[in-house]
Every structure is written in structure tokens, then in C-alpha cells.
């Protein structure tokens, strides 16, 4: 009886708790849409770590050269229903510095002989900025010795690439794929590699939990004013 006395309180506590993080949710997603609305950014040769963080979202625009010698393969991935990987490689840029781009999606098809790392020459290419990967219990250990990437370790990266001695800035962009199904299609089947939408993606679930908790509130309340029977 004491504990389905104290439950509505507390799961109602829980509710309003979430609703607080839902609104604080809904309020960051809106400031990054807005970031991705704003012109693309031109980093500086040195870039400030440190700031990083409140540019996640922004566009970049950056040229440079592939450095196809120390390309990573993050695996595994999926899009659209197919299976591949997400290809990762250091730009030289034209100031001699040096960032990681995920480059975007080949699929198993392409992933492991090498033919999507054939462009050459000096590109342009637009992205967003981003950080390391969040990682759950069940991501195994990156195994950078073995060449198995799966999870973007920007640190771990930037060492396997040739760190700060070799002018490689822990700086990690995502570049952005804006074309249409067809064009997707075709590079797919050409092992070209697809980079992301310009979306957020952020996962938002806080709704589900304030409806989870504040039905088991009223429940619980209900079952505690649920007179005897005789």
C-alpha cells in the first residue's frame, strides 16, 4: 500500500521531468535546423578546438586534396536497406592542414577493393561539422592496427592519420549529399560514395516517455482510489 501510495507521485515527477526535456529538445533541434540554414563556414588554418562543439551542424566548405593512404572504413552501416560502410578520409587542405570527412556510404560491393578511393586531383566539397560518435554497450573496441573502424573515435582518427605531427587537426566533417534518388542510385551502383542529408538527427523520444509516465501516474492513482469490496 505504501508503494502504490508513493508510485503516482513519482512517476508524475518523472513525467514533468520529461516534458521539462522534451521542451529542451524541441528548442536545440530548432537552433541546429537554423544552423543548417546559415551560409557555409570557411575554417581557418588553425582551427580552435575548443568551439567546436557550439558549430556542430554548421555547414563548411573545404578543398583540398584525398589522402586515400590512410582511409578508414566504418562498418557496419546501412542505408535504404542496403548493407556497407562509411568511408573516412583525410583532406589536405590548400593551407597544408589536414581534416577528416566521412565521405558517406559504398556499399559491401565496393567497400573492400579500393575503387571508390580512384578520385584524384583537387576537390570541393561542403559538409558539416561534427564531433566523435556517441557509442552504446554493444559497439565493439575499434581495432585501428587491424584497420576495423566502428565508431568514429575523432582522436583515434586523427592519430592513425598522422596526428599533429602530420599537420592532421582532430576536426571531423560530414559531407553532405543534396542530390536526388536517381543520382543516389547511381552512385551506388558505381561505388561512388554517398555522404548524409542535411538533417538533424537528433533522436527525440522524450514524448513517449511524458505519455509512459503520466498514464502510470493516473493508473497508479486509480488503483490506489479503487474502493474494497466487502
Known sequence: MLLIGFMPFFTFGLGTWQLQRLKWKVNLIDELEEKLQLQPLSLPPKINLSVIPEFVYRKVALKGNWDHAHTMILSPRVREGVHGVHVV????????????????????????????????????????????????????????????????????????????????????????????????????????????????????????????WYSLSALTTFMKRKPKRN
Open 89 to 212: 578520409t583525410p583532406l589536405v587542405r590548400e593551407n597544408g592542414s589536414t581534416v577528416l570527412v566521412d565521405r558517406g556510404f559504398v556499399s559491401n560491393d565496393f567497400a573492400f577493393d579500393s575503387s571508390f578511393q580512384k578520385e584524384g586531383g583537387e576537390v570541393e566539397i561542403l559538409g558539416m561539422l561534427r564531433t566523435s560518435q556517441p557509442r552504446n554497450a554493444f559497439t565493439p573496441d575499434n581495432k585501428p592496427e587491424e584497420g576495423k573502424w566502428y565508431w568514429a573515435d575523432v582522436n583515434a582518427m586523427t592519430d592513425h592519420a598522422g596526428g599533429e605531427q602530420a599537420g592532421v587537426q582532430p576536426v571531423f566533417v560530414e559531407q553532405i549529399f543534396e542530390g536526388h534518388a536517381g543520382e543516389a542510385g547511381t552512385r551506388l551502383s558505381k561505388g561512388i560514395p554517398i555522404g548524409r542529408a542535411p538533417t538533424i538527427d537528433l533522436r527525440n523520444a522524450h514524448l513517449s516517455y511524458v505519455i509512459t
